[in-house]
């Protein structure tokens, strides 16, 4: 049986999402931009940035479980369904 990081997982959703961006109106974790401004011309879907993030951290696992831990705090219970262990 094959062995994949958490991160890989994260990384796969984010890419179907990328995928989705086509189909849908508007991009499913909305738009990432510069703090303290309404738009700018670097507006990026908030998913797209949350890969390059992970795909160019130093460490992409404490980034995955980072961003897994800040979706819990909002109430995804998809992820919040982990369990106390891994939020420790």
């Known amino acids: 049986m094959t062995s994949h ?6 990384l796969a959703l984010l890419n179907l999402m990328g995928r989705q ?4 109106d508007s991009p499913p974790l909305g738009t990432a931009g510069p ?3 309404e738009t700018s011309t670097f507006d990026v879907p908030a998913h797209k940035l949350l890969q390059a ?3 160019h951290s130093l460490s992409p696992e404490k980034i995955t479980h980072e961003f897994l831990c800040e979706l819990a705090k909002c ?3 998809a ?10």
């Open 5 to 10: 990081s958490l991160a890989s997982y994260v």
């Open 21 to 24: 961006e086509d189909v849908i």
């Open 35 to 37: 703090v303290g401004s």
């Open 53 to 55: 993030i992970i795909e």
């Open 75 to 77: 109430g995804v219970s």
């Open 79 to 88: 992820v919040k369904d982990f369990g106390e262990p891994f939020f420790e």
